[in-house]
């Protein structure tokens, strides 16, 4: 019996990963106020327009962001991306890839570049090897039904998009960089926090700070977490019992008992670096408040 060639999985290839990791870079450039915007020129060139590469990230941001309330539902919307992506200039497409990777490795350590973990890598690379088989003409069934089964069950589920921000706001250029910030890292976050983020405070800052530099070397940003970790829940306890608001206490203490329930491992996960975001926004929203009255 002939064996099934199988789809295989390449990063330099698959379109929405590497604008994934992209929108990280500018999201370091930006907190670290970097004269060069290289990923920022990078996504312009390369993803504005009416570039095949464009067109085919629309596609995994439909894949990342719909939501059906039925599996059959899910399916057919899949069989419909994967046919509308079958159409794109598959060899305009091969080329715009090239180009890109190629100035990437130019621009950064391509293997550093790659290392980052993102949260939605599963969904990303699912759909990339349902789009190269369909291109390639390629069908191993267990392995397309693995993935398609992924995507079925990802725009099927109660749970809300990975990727919340409609495409078109990363088209227009980056025309505010309070809105980027809040944009770029609501992507790496994974919560529905973004509107907040145009005011960040210092440890807000200093959180995603640690967050964006220190993707790969996870002990280091470990260390940092675990001890803004018992800070905030130190401020969060002193806050509780001054407080005077019985519906106040009963939301901090609720926020108390999560963090203390963390369990920081070997990697920290987007959730905890959420949860200590959500922690500081809410210090700083009863500090807020506390200094109007005392006006």
Request: aromatic share 10%.
């Amino acid at each position: 019996m002939k064996k099934q060639k199988r789809v295989r999985h390449s990063k330099y290839r698959n379109t929405g990963f590497l604008f994934e990791l992209l929108t990280r870079q500018i999201t370091y450039e930006i907190l670290n106020n970097s004269k060069e915007e290289k990923a920022r020129d990078i996504v312009k060139e390369f993803f504005g327009g009416k570039t095949q590469l464009a067109k085919e990230l629309r596609l995994f941001n439909l894949l990342i962001n719909e939501k059906y309330n039925t599996e059959s539902k899910a399916e057919k919307f899949i069989d419909a991306i994967v046919d509308t992506r079958s159409k794109l200039d598959e060899q305009k497409l091969t080329r715009e890839k090239y180009n890109l990777v190629k100035v990437i490795k130019e621009s950064f350590d391509i293997g550093q570049f790659l290392a980052s973990p993102i949260a939605n890598y599963k969904i990303l690379a699912s759909a990339h090897k349902l789009f190269e088989s369909k291109a390639n003409n390629v069908s191993n069934v267990k392995e397309l039904f693995d993935c398609k089964y992924t995507l079925v069950e990802h725009i099927s589920s109660d749970a809300k998009p990975l990727v919340a921000a409609p495409t078109d706001l990363v088209f227009e250029e980056y025309r505010k960089q309070e809105k980027d910030l809040r944009l770029l890292t609501y992507k790496i976050l994974v919560e529905s926090f973004n509107e907040k983020y145009g005011n960040l405070d210092t440890d807000q800052r200093g959180l995603l700070r640690e967050y964006i530099n220190n993707v790969n070397n996870t002990s280091k940003f470990g260390d940092y977490y675990k001890k803004a970790l018992k800070s905030t829940i130190t401020d969060l306890h002193e806050i509780y019992t001054k407080m005077c608001d019985a519906v106040t206490k009963i939301k901090l203490k609720e926020t108390i008992n999560v963090m203390k329930k963390q369990k920081v491992g070997r990697v920290v996960t987007d959730e905890q670096v959420s949860s200590l975001m959500l922690s500081y926004e809410l210090i700083k929203d009863i500090r807020n408040v506390k200094a109007k009255k005392a006006k």
